[in-house]
Protein backbone atom coordinates (compact mmCIF):
# COMPACT_ATOMS: atom_id res chain seq x y z
CA UNK A 1 0.00 0.00 0.00
CA UNK A 2 1.55 3.05 -1.25
CA UNK A 3 -0.48 6.01 -0.25
CA UNK A 4 -3.95 7.77 -1.00
CA UNK A 5 -4.79 6.99 -4.46
CA UNK A 6 -6.82 9.22 -6.58
CA UNK A 7 -8.21 8.07 -10.27
CA UNK A 8 -8.24 10.01 -12.33
CA UNK A 9 -5.48 12.19 -12.41
CA UNK A 10 -7.01 14.83 -14.80
CA UNK A 11 -10.22 15.12 -16.14
CA UNK A 12 -11.55 17.44 -18.99
CA UNK A 13 -15.12 17.59 -19.33
CA UNK A 14 -17.78 20.25 -21.27
CA UNK A 15 -20.16 22.41 -19.16
CA UNK A 16 -23.51 20.83 -17.92
CA UNK A 17 -21.90 17.24 -18.00
CA UNK A 18 -21.64 15.04 -15.10
CA UNK A 19 -18.41 14.05 -13.55
CA UNK A 20 -17.38 11.30 -10.50
CA UNK A 21 -13.94 10.92 -8.91
CA UNK A 22 -12.89 8.46 -6.89
CA UNK A 23 -9.79 7.69 -4.31
CA UNK A 24 -8.77 4.69 -2.26
CA UNK A 25 -7.48 5.19 0.95
CA UNK A 26 -4.58 4.06 2.79
CA UNK A 27 -5.79 0.03 4.29
CA UNK A 28 -7.51 0.73 7.44
CA UNK A 29 -7.86 4.19 7.74
CA UNK A 30 -10.99 4.51 9.04
CA UNK A 31 -11.66 8.23 8.25
CA UNK A 32 -12.04 9.88 4.53
CA UNK A 33 -11.85 13.67 3.64
CA UNK A 34 -12.57 15.26 0.58
CA UNK A 35 -11.44 18.84 -0.53
CA UNK A 36 -10.98 21.60 -2.79
CA UNK A 37 -8.23 23.73 -3.89
CA UNK A 38 -8.14 26.65 -6.30
CA UNK A 39 -4.62 28.05 -7.39
CA UNK A 40 -3.10 30.16 -5.04
CA UNK A 41 -5.85 28.91 -1.87
CA UNK A 42 -5.54 26.21 0.46
CA UNK A 43 -7.58 22.96 0.94
CA UNK A 44 -11.35 23.84 1.45
CA UNK A 45 -13.06 21.25 3.07
CA UNK A 46 -15.91 19.73 1.50
CA UNK A 47 -17.05 16.55 3.15
CA UNK A 48 -16.03 14.03 5.82
CA UNK A 49 -16.69 10.43 6.15
CA UNK A 50 -15.80 7.76 9.26
CA UNK A 51 -15.98 4.26 7.87
CA UNK A 52 -19.44 4.22 5.32
CA UNK A 53 -20.55 7.12 7.51
CA UNK A 54 -20.97 10.56 6.21
CA UNK A 55 -20.62 12.92 8.91
CA UNK A 56 -19.89 16.07 8.15
CA UNK A 57 -20.88 18.17 4.81
CA UNK A 58 -19.39 21.90 4.19
CA UNK A 59 -22.43 24.47 3.54
CA UNK A 60 -20.54 25.63 0.43
CA UNK A 61 -21.27 22.29 -0.51
CA UNK A 62 -24.16 22.46 -3.43
CA UNK A 63 -26.57 19.96 -4.04
CA UNK A 64 -24.80 19.48 -7.49
CA UNK A 65 -22.14 17.63 -5.59
CA UNK A 66 -22.69 14.27 -4.09
CA UNK A 67 -20.21 11.77 -2.08
CA UNK A 68 -20.65 8.28 -1.07
CA UNK A 69 -18.11 5.74 1.04
CA UNK A 70 -20.27 2.82 0.74
CA UNK A 71 -18.31 -0.29 2.17
CA UNK A 72 -16.11 2.23 4.13
CA UNK A 73 -13.49 1.89 2.01
CA UNK A 74 -13.11 4.02 -1.46
CA UNK A 75 -15.04 7.14 -1.80
CA UNK A 76 -16.40 8.64 -4.95
CA UNK A 77 -17.13 12.35 -5.34
CA UNK A 78 -19.81 12.84 -8.05
CA UNK A 79 -20.18 16.50 -9.28
CA UNK A 80 -23.57 16.82 -11.75
CA UNK A 81 -24.41 19.45 -14.44
CA UNK A 82 -20.66 21.60 -14.02
CA UNK A 83 -20.19 24.38 -14.05
CA UNK A 84 -16.67 26.78 -14.83
CA UNK A 85 -16.34 27.66 -10.76
CA UNK A 86 -16.14 23.95 -10.77
CA UNK A 87 -12.73 23.96 -12.64
CA UNK A 88 -10.41 22.76 -9.35
CA UNK A 89 -7.79 20.24 -7.89
CA UNK A 90 -10.20 17.96 -5.94
CA UNK A 91 -8.39 16.12 -2.83
CA UNK A 92 -8.25 13.44 -1.19
CA UNK A 93 -7.27 12.57 2.33
CA UNK A 94 -7.51 9.42 4.97
CA UNK A 95 -6.58 9.31 8.77
CA UNK A 96 -6.16 6.10 10.72
CA UNK A 97 -8.01 5.38 13.94
CA UNK A 98 -6.23 5.58 17.51
CA UNK A 99 -4.11 8.17 18.52
CA UNK A 100 -2.94 9.50 14.98
CA UNK A 101 -6.36 10.53 13.91
CA UNK A 102 -5.99 14.01 13.54
CA UNK A 103 -2.62 13.07 10.53
CA UNK A 104 -4.08 13.43 7.20
CA UNK A 105 -2.15 11.57 4.03
CA UNK A 106 -3.35 13.22 1.26
CA UNK A 107 -3.75 11.92 -2.34
CA UNK A 108 -1.92 13.31 -5.60
CA UNK A 109 -5.75 14.81 -6.27
CA UNK A 110 -7.96 14.78 -9.53
CA UNK A 111 -7.74 18.01 -11.58
CA UNK A 112 -10.79 19.10 -13.08
CA UNK A 113 -11.40 21.50 -15.92
CA UNK A 114 -14.34 22.16 -16.97
CA UNK A 115 -14.57 24.01 -20.62
CA UNK B 1 -17.44 29.23 11.47
CA UNK B 2 -13.30 28.60 11.99
CA UNK B 3 -11.55 31.69 10.65
CA UNK B 4 -7.63 31.07 9.44
CA UNK B 5 -5.32 33.85 8.66
CA UNK B 6 -1.99 33.19 7.63
CA UNK B 7 0.71 35.53 6.77
CA UNK B 8 3.20 36.25 4.94
CA UNK B 9 1.92 35.70 1.78
CA UNK B 10 5.11 35.51 0.33
CA UNK B 11 8.10 34.99 1.92
CA UNK B 12 12.70 34.89 0.44
CA UNK B 13 15.10 33.89 2.72
CA UNK B 14 18.79 33.78 1.66
CA UNK B 15 19.98 30.15 1.95
CA UNK B 16 20.80 29.56 5.68
CA UNK B 17 18.55 32.05 7.59
CA UNK B 18 15.63 31.46 9.39
CA UNK B 19 12.02 31.62 7.72
CA UNK B 20 9.34 32.41 9.71
CA UNK B 21 5.24 32.34 9.22
CA UNK B 22 2.12 32.68 11.14
CA UNK B 23 -1.48 31.77 11.69
CA UNK B 24 -4.34 33.28 13.35
CA UNK B 25 -7.93 31.45 13.92
CA UNK B 26 -10.32 32.41 15.56
CA UNK B 27 -12.28 29.22 17.53
CA UNK B 28 -10.37 29.20 21.40
CA UNK B 29 -12.13 25.66 21.22
CA UNK B 30 -9.88 23.95 18.47
CA UNK B 31 -6.99 21.92 19.78
CA UNK B 32 -4.91 20.79 17.31
CA UNK B 33 -2.68 22.27 14.58
CA UNK B 34 -0.66 21.04 11.67
CA UNK B 35 1.30 22.46 9.47
CA UNK B 36 1.52 21.13 6.06
CA UNK B 37 4.18 21.91 3.08
CA UNK B 38 3.38 21.02 -1.14
CA UNK B 39 5.51 21.51 -3.85
CA UNK B 40 4.53 22.37 -6.74
CA UNK B 41 2.69 20.00 -8.33
CA UNK B 42 2.64 18.14 -5.75
CA UNK B 43 0.18 16.90 -3.02
CA UNK B 44 0.17 18.49 0.93
CA UNK B 45 2.10 16.64 3.11
CA UNK B 46 2.21 16.95 7.23
CA UNK B 47 5.68 18.43 8.39
CA UNK B 48 4.82 18.99 11.58
CA UNK B 49 2.13 19.03 14.26
CA UNK B 50 1.20 20.72 17.54
CA UNK B 51 -1.55 19.78 20.13
CA UNK B 52 -3.30 22.44 22.19
CA UNK B 53 -1.89 20.97 25.57
CA UNK B 54 1.98 21.77 24.32
CA UNK B 55 3.73 24.86 23.38
CA UNK B 56 6.40 24.35 21.45
CA UNK B 57 7.35 21.17 19.37
CA UNK B 58 10.56 20.26 17.18
CA UNK B 59 11.55 18.34 14.70
CA UNK B 60 15.35 19.18 13.41
CA UNK B 61 15.42 22.45 11.60
CA UNK B 62 11.36 22.72 12.01
CA UNK B 63 9.83 24.01 14.80
CA UNK B 64 5.66 24.84 16.08
CA UNK B 65 4.96 27.21 18.65
CA UNK B 66 1.77 28.12 19.81
CA UNK B 67 0.04 30.60 21.85
CA UNK B 68 -3.63 29.74 22.54
CA UNK B 69 -4.20 32.53 24.52
CA UNK B 70 -3.38 34.94 21.59
CA UNK B 71 -4.90 31.84 19.22
CA UNK B 72 -1.95 31.86 17.03
CA UNK B 73 0.95 29.73 15.95
CA UNK B 74 3.71 29.66 13.67
CA UNK B 75 6.32 27.57 11.95
CA UNK B 76 9.93 28.10 12.51
CA UNK B 77 12.28 26.78 9.66
CA UNK B 78 16.47 27.25 10.70
CA UNK B 79 18.51 27.10 8.14
CA UNK B 80 16.99 26.79 5.05
CA UNK B 81 18.01 25.15 2.03
CA UNK B 82 16.59 25.66 -1.54
CA UNK B 83 14.27 22.35 -0.84
CA UNK B 84 12.87 24.46 1.71
CA UNK B 85 11.08 26.21 -1.00
CA UNK B 86 7.26 25.55 -1.43
CA UNK B 87 3.93 26.66 -0.28
CA UNK B 88 3.14 26.32 3.05
CA UNK B 89 -0.46 25.75 4.80
CA UNK B 90 -1.27 25.64 8.15
CA UNK B 91 -4.56 24.24 9.32
CA UNK B 92 -6.82 23.93 12.33
CA UNK B 93 -9.18 20.93 13.39
CA UNK B 94 -12.52 22.56 13.75
CA UNK B 95 -15.21 20.07 14.86
CA UNK B 96 -14.67 16.91 12.76
CA UNK B 97 -12.99 18.99 9.75
CA UNK B 98 -9.91 20.91 9.08
CA UNK B 99 -10.17 24.40 8.16
CA UNK B 100 -6.51 25.59 6.01
CA UNK B 101 -5.06 28.78 6.02
CA UNK B 102 -4.47 30.46 2.22
CA UNK B 103 -1.13 29.43 2.01
CA UNK B 104 2.62 30.88 1.97
CA UNK B 105 4.91 30.29 -0.73
CA UNK B 106 8.39 30.36 0.38
CA UNK B 107 11.31 31.02 -2.16
CA UNK B 108 14.91 29.87 -0.24
CA UNK B 109 17.37 31.42 -2.79
CA UNK B 110 21.32 30.33 -3.22
Known sequence: ?115 | GENVEQHPSTLSVQEGDSAVIKCTYSDSASNYFPWYKQELGKRPQLIIDIRSNVGEKKDQRIAVTLNKTAKHFSLHITETQPEDSAVYFCAVRYGQNFVFGPGTRLSVLP
Open chain 1, 1 to 115: DTGVSQDPRHKITKRGQNVTFRCDPISEHNRLYWYRQTLGQGPEFLTYFQNEAQLEKSRLLSDRFSAERPKGSFSTLEIQRTEQGDSAMYLCASSPPGADENIQYFGAGTRLSVL
